[in-house]
């Protein structure tokens, strides 16, 4: 057993929806996550530009004597983690395995559908992992570069986001997939809309819970979890403003931001 906090980090908001999950089935476990706000989009940056932002996010989580690390980001994910990871001692898992496996074992007709930033899309990694998984499955890929601004300003529903939804979609839909992964962890935040334009048939596949659930497996398997009776606590560090993170990161969370904000130059590191 080991009761030494949890690293988690995106280039902004969406990793949250990894922490709201990391709380509800480690509820025990101490939590650091910071949120590159001030370096938001990875979506768009160069995979170098994405490795040294990556690295410089990892070293600023070590220097809290962490004992795991999720890159709740599908950007990062995919275009850094592969590497990067042999760099650390600290054991480092992303979004992009967890969320191919959970994809795997949910599509029925081998069609699966991904969703995410260009940086993601471009690098290829998705469809590389689900195909080492089910080397028989077609992968169909669409960059969706709105939809995190849409959900960072609240546009999470409405007939704007409706139509730009159906716009990404159209391919996917049309290719019949029967799964589909959110590959970036804002995308959760427009379920209803993407359920509303695909279908309930469609299996969506939630990245960052994906992560979470993956995480505990593996602590579990390399005795990481913590012994604590107590709930966790969680500490949340941004590069820019810390004024709209706790109105912003309320909603990705689902619930009230009761944990300390605090701004760090991650420059510095």
Same mark, same amino acid.
């Given at each position: 057993?080991?009761?030494?906090?949890?690293?988690?980090?995106?280039?902004?908001?969406?990793?949250?929806?990894?922490?709201?999950?990391?709380?509800?089935?480690?509820?025990?476990?101490?939590?650091?996550?910071?949120?590159?706000?001030?370096?938001?989009?990875?979506?768009?940056?160069?995979?170098?530009? !994405?490795?040294?932002?990556?690295?410089?996010?990892?070293?600023?989580?070590?220097?809290?004597?962490?004992?795991?690390?999720?890159?709740?980001?599908?950007?990062? %994910?995919?275009?850094? *983690?592969?590497?990067?990871?042999?760099?650390?001692?600290?054991?480092?898992?992303?979004?992009?395995?967890?969320?191919?496996?959970?994809?795997?074992?949910?599509?029925?007709?081998?069609?699966?559908?991904?969703?995410?930033?260009?940086?993601?899309?471009?690098?290829?990694?998705?469809?590389?992992?689900?195909?080492?998984?089910?080397?028989?499955?077609?992968?169909?890929?669409?960059?969706?570069?709105?939809?995190?601004?849409?959900?960072?300003?609240?546009?999470?529903?409405?007939?704007?986001?409706? @139509?730009?939804?159906?716009?990404? *979609?159209?391919? @996917?839909?049309?290719?019949? !997939?029967?799964?589909?992964? *959110?590959?970036?962890?804002?995308?959760?935040?427009?379920?209803?809309?993407?359920?509303?334009?695909?279908?309930?048939?469609?299996?969506?596949?939630?990245?960052?819970?994906?992560?979470?659930?993956?995480?505990?497996?593996?602590?579990?398997? @390399?005795?990481?979890?913590?012994?604590?009776?107590?709930?966790?606590?969680?500490?949340?560090?941004? %590069?820019? %403003?810390?004024?709209?993170?706790?109105?912003?990161?309320?909603?990705?969370?689902?619930?009230?931001?009761?944990?300390?904000?605090?701004?760090?130059?991650?420059?510095?590191?």
């Amino acid at each position: 057993m080991d009761n030494r906090p949890i690293g988690i980090f995106d280039s902004g908001l969406g990793g949250l929806t990894c922490v709201k999950e990391v709380m509800k089935i480690m509820p025990n476990e101490d939590i650091i996550y910071f949120g590159d706000t001030g370096r938001v989009p990875y979506g768009t940056r160069s995979r170098d530009t !994405v490795i040294k932002y990556v690295k410089q996010d990892i070293n600023f989580l070590e220097t809290f004597d962490i004992k795991y690390i999720i890159i709740a980001c599908g950007t990062a %994910s995919s275009a850094a *983690l592969p590497f990067i990871e042999e760099e650390y001692a600290t054991r480092i898992s992303g979004v992009l395995y967890p969320a191919a496996r959970g994809a795997v074992r949910a599509t029925k007709n081998k069609k699966i559908g991904v969703i995410g930033t260009s940086g993601t899309v471009k690098s290829g990694k998705y469809i590389e992992a689900i195909h080492e998984l089910l080397p028989d499955a077609q992968v169909f890929q669409k960059a969706c570069p709105l939809f995190v601004p849409l959900v960072e300003n609240g546009m999470t529903e409405g007939e704007a986001t409706r @139509l730009i939804a159906e716009e990404y *979609l159209k391919e @996917l839909r049309d290719a019949e !997939v029967d799964t589909i992964i *959110l590959g970036c962890t804002h995308y959760p935040l427009l379920t209803d809309v993407i359920r509303e334009i695909v279908g309930e048939g469609v299996a969506l596949i939630d990245s960052g819970a994906a992560a979470a659930d993956f995480a505990r497996e593996d602590m579990e398997r @390399l005795g990481l979890l913590s012994d604590k009776n107590e709930k966790g606590t969680a500490k949340f560090f941004v %590069s820019d %403003s810390t004024e709209n993170f706790s109105e912003l990161g309320s909603m990705f969370l689902q619930k009230e931001i009761d944990g300390d904000v605090s701004f760090t130059d991650i420059e510095k590191y």
